[in-house]
């Protein structure tokens, strides 16, 4: 995904302020209202993160290549598992929304509700996968704020697929550290080496060629 939007809200000083007297609104909150009330036209999605309201187009051609062969892989390697792969999915923690690429999360997404029927809850949802588009914006949303956040949302498992990290890199994140918003264990394996999903529903998953490949 390409940024198309990335402007701070402000305070709050549009309507939602409160009076005197009355009880102050959070910025998380102020966020979470405009996120709802958003239409978008077709093509666009919208994120909450960080302290952002974040609006991109889908993606371009090799964005979607990617992608799909990477699902449809998943769906076999998850065949026999209670957990699916997921696309245009709201992952939801704490009024903050993702919609990662491709998502792992139990087949009956009715277990992981979030508590207003939005999407999912994100302490349900096993991995989340993102590949990278083309532009500053998007590389940074997806290399840092994006990993910053779903690791302040505990998700075990962060997978980044890298065109443009040297001559390709996918970068495999596990062990969340939520309240450092890091993840301490960090694997980097170049395109043209195998990259292995360790553990979770995915374990033994691999990232090859038949997925980055031209």
Avoid at 76 to 91: G, K
Avoid at 98 to 127: K, Q
Avoid at 195 to 208: C, E, L, S
Wanted: hydrophobic share 40%; net charge negative.
């Amino acid at each position: 995904m390409t940024a198309l939007a990335h402007e701070p809200c402000p305070t709050v000083d549009d309507g939602l302020s409160p009076a005197a007297g009355q009880e102050s609104v959070s910025l998380d909150e102020v966020l979470w209202q405009a996120w709802k009330a958003m239409e978008l036209p077709e093509g666009y999605r919208a994120e909450i993160v960080e302290e952002f309201i974040e609006v991109s187009p889908t993606g371009r051609r090799r964005h979607s290549v990617i992608i799909n062969r990477l699902r449809d892989a998943l769906v076999v390697h998850l065949a026999d598992s209670d957990h699916r792969a997921y696309q245009d999915l709201n992952v939801i923690h704490r009024r903050k929304v993702f919609i990662p690429d491709l998502a792992i999360a139990p087949r009956d997404l009715d277990e992981i509700p979030d508590e207003e029927d939005l999407g999912v809850d994100a302490s349900g949802v096993a991995a989340v996968f993102e590949v990278v588009s083309p532009g500053h914006e998007a590389r940074s949303r997806d290399r840092k704020r994006k990993r910053r956040a779903y690791a302040r949302a505990g998700i075990p498992l962060y997978v980044l697929i890298d065109d443009f990290d040297g001559d390709g890199t996918v970068v495999i994140l596990m062990a969340p550290d939520p309240d450092k918003a890091v993840y301490a264990d960090e694997h980097r394996v170049p395109y043209g080496t195998d990259a292995v999903i360790p553990d979770g529903p995915a374990k033994g998953f691999v990232i090859g060629e038949a997925v980055v490949g031209p």
